[in-house]
């Protein structure tokens, strides 16, 4: 639990009642190198933070009926994975694995929500610093998929410069 | 042995060895992984997709296409090709997300150093 109320983490601002309580709610689990946590598509309904080991985020590829999950991120110690348990439709829109034995510490969204009714700094701060994380998905994936369009058009137009079209 | 007896009995071995299949196959420890497989191949998707050399060729830089086999299966060769483009790529893209502008969104890998 220390890794999790450290300054700067997810749940920073906590007093003693707020950290006993995170306690309470907290599922702590382990995952085998290799294991999934979840999959995309599956319900999402608990968010978690890794506090021994490492997890990887990945999407699937599926080539030829063969399907293979393309790593996209990787996440540490202290850190925070499955936040689509806090944004609608609440599904995972990642799968999630190990890449060595590891342990998260997960929390159901009713129970947060209603933990941070009665603490709303921490709350705040806390909703901070998910919005951080998703932004840094989201501008790391516009860019990804910016530059693809870029690669795929700029070959068009030397395809098309080629033939003369 | 009467005929009705004997009738009971070959009745009685053929359910017992097809709840016996069905018992193995349900111990089966690969049959969790088989159907997690079958549900994550998404509906839709032709099997004869695009292609693998076509998606190597969508990754490839403008001035290397063509240059790509022409019939690279999903193996395991492509597949590390693709991760590693994934890392170059969050790599460069790492500037941008901090500090956007047109230059650091369409910044390039360097060319690996070379000894003469």
């Known amino acids: ?40 598509g599956d319900n999402a309904d608990r968010l978690y933070v890794v506090t021994s080991g490492n997890m990887e985020l990945c999407f699937p590829i599926p080539i030829g009926g063969d399907v293979k999950d393309v790593a996209v991120e990787s996440v540490g110690v202290g850190q925070a994975l499955g936040w689509s348990a806090l944004v609608k439709p609440y599904r995972f829109t990642l799968s999630a694995r190990a890449t060595r034995p590891s342990e998260v510490v997960g929390f159901s969204r009713r129970d947060l929500l209603d933990l941070f009714d009665t603490e709303p700094a921490a709350g705040c701060a806390f909703f901070t610093r998910i919005s951080e994380v998703v932004g840094l998905r989201l501008l790391t994936f516009q860019a990804m998929w910016v530059r693809e369009l870029q690669r795929a058009l700029e070959a068009e137009a030397q395809r098309q410069k080629g033939t003369g079209a | 042995m009467n005929a009705t007896a004997f009738l009971g009995f070959a009745v009685l071995v053929v359910i017992g060895i097809t709840f016996l299949a069905l018992l193995l196959e349900f111990l089966d420890p690969e049959r969790p992984a088989r159907r997690e497989a079958r549900k994550r191949i998404p509906e839709g998707i032709p099997v004869a997709g695009p292609g693998p050399a076509l998606v190597a060729a969508f990754f490839a830089k403008p001035h290397e296409r063509g240059m790509l086999p022409a019939s690279a299966g999903f193996d395991e060769d492509l597949f590390a090709f693709l991760q590693h ?16 502008s047109i230059d650091s969104l369409y910044r390039q890998a360097r060319p690996p150093l070379t000894m003469h």
Do not use: C, W
């Open chain 1, 1 to 40: 639990m220390d890794v999790l109320l450290d300054r700067g983490a997810l749940f920073e601002g906590l007093n003693e009642e707020g950290a006993r309580r995170l306690s309470e709610i907290a599922i702590r689990r382990t995952v085998k190198a290799g294991e999934y946590l979840f999959f995309l």
């Open chain 2, 85 to 100: 483009h994934v890392k170059t790529e969050q790599a460069l893209v790492a500037e941008f997300v901090h500090l956007p």
